[in-house]
C-alpha cells in the first residue's frame, strides 16, 4: 500500500510538472525550491533505509574535527572525507536525523544548482532525477549522491578546458567516495568529436565485448579496482543476478542516447554543452553495457555520467514540436513512474 501511495504522489507530481513547466519561470523555480526541500526533510527523517544503520553508527562514531585521525579508516566506508562531514555535523548537534538532514540538504543544494544551471526545463530533469536516481543514492548510497553531484556541477570546467579546476573537483569528490574517479576520462575523451555512425558503432562493439570479454572482465576488476571497492561487485552472488544484455535500462539508454544524437542539427545550436552531455552520456551507456554480466558493477560505475539523462531529457523536449512533444512526455513519464515505482519496491520489500 506504501508503495502505491509514493508512487501515486511521482505520478501527479510529474503531471504537475509538465504543467507548470509550460508557464511562466518564477513558479517553475518555486516549484523546484518547495521540492528540493521537501526532498531534504524525507531524506533526514527517513526510517529503514538500506545503509541507514550503516552511516547512523559512523556518524556516533565520528570524532570532533580536532580529535580526527586521518590515519584510521571509518566505520562502514573509506572516505575520510565523508567522516570530516560527520565530525562538523556533530560539532553543530549530535543528532543522527540533523546528520541525515545536512547531507541530504547539502545534495539537494547543489541539485538545484545543476538544475538551474545546465538544464532547459529544471522540473522535468528533476522528475528524471527522482525516478531515476534519488532512491538508490540520497535515500541510500549517500557518499555517492554528494560525489556525482559535485562532478556534475563542475562539467563546465571540462567544456571550458580547465583542467586544473576540473581535477580540483575530482579530487573532492574522491573524499566523499572513490567513484569520483570514473570522472577523469571525460576530461580527455571529450577532445573527440562524436557523430551518430561513431555512437552506433561503439554501441554495437560494446554490446559484442560484453560477451567475448566476459570471462576476462572479473581479472580485470580484481586487479586494477580495489581503490574503487567494486571488486565485490564481480563475485558469484552479483554474477548470478546479472540480466547481462536483458537489462531494459541498457536499451533504455541507448534509445534516449540515439535519439539525442540523430536530433543534434536541431539541439547544438541551442545549447552549448550539447557535445559535452552527449559524450557523458555515452561514456555512461559503454560502461553500462560492457559491464552488463555484472549488474551491480554496471549500475555503480555507469550512474556518475548517466545523471547527465536529466539534462539530455529536457533539451529533447525542446527539439521537438508541440504533439510530439507530448507524446514524449508521456512515454518518458511512464518510463520514469515504472522506473520509480520498481525501486522503490526493491528497496522496501527486500
Known sequence: MRV??????????????????????????????????????????????????????????????????????????????YLFLASLVKLILNNATFYFLCMGGLSMYLLYKGLTKYCAIPLIGLCDYIGRFLLN????????????????????????????????????????????????????????????YIIVVALLMAMLLSQVAAGSISDVVDGYSQDLNYDTYVQDEYVEEALGLRNPMIYFQMGILLLYSFMEPVLACKDKYYHLFRWGYFYSTLILIFFCNYTALSGRTSTVFATCEMFVLPSIALGLDEKARKLFYFGVGALLIYFFWYKYHTVIFE
Not at 9 to 31: D, E, M, P, R, T
Not at 52 to 70: C, I, K, R, T
Open 4 to 81: 502505491l501511495i509514493v508512487t501515486y504522489a511521482f505520478v501527479l507530481f510529474y503531471i504537475v510538472c509538465v504543467y507548470v513547466s509550460a508557464g511562466k519561470v518564477k513558479w517553475q523555480n518555486y516549484l523546484l525550491m518547495l521540492t528540493l526541500g521537501i526532498l531534504a526533510f524525507l531524506i533526514g527523517s527517513r526510517q529503514g533505509w538500506p545503509d541507514q544503520g550503516v552511516y547512523q553508527v559512523a556518524f556516533e562514531q565520528a570524532p570532533l574535527p580536532w580529535e580526527m585521525d586521518w590515519s584510521k579508516e571509518p566505520f562502514g566506508y573509506t572516505e575520510r572525507g
Open 137 to 196: 543514492r540520497d535515500f541510500t548510497q549517500m557518499r555517492s549522491s554528494l560525489a556525482i553531484l559535485l562532478i556534475i556541477l563542475a562539467i563546465k570546467f571540462i567544456h571550458e578546458r580547465k583542467l586544473v579546476a576540473y581535477m580540483l573537483v575530482i579530487l573532492l569528490a574522491y573524499q566523499f567516495h572513490h567513484l569520483a574517479l570514473l570522472g577523469i576520462p571525460l576530461y580527455f575523451l571529450y577532445k573527440i568529436r562524436l557523430n551518430s
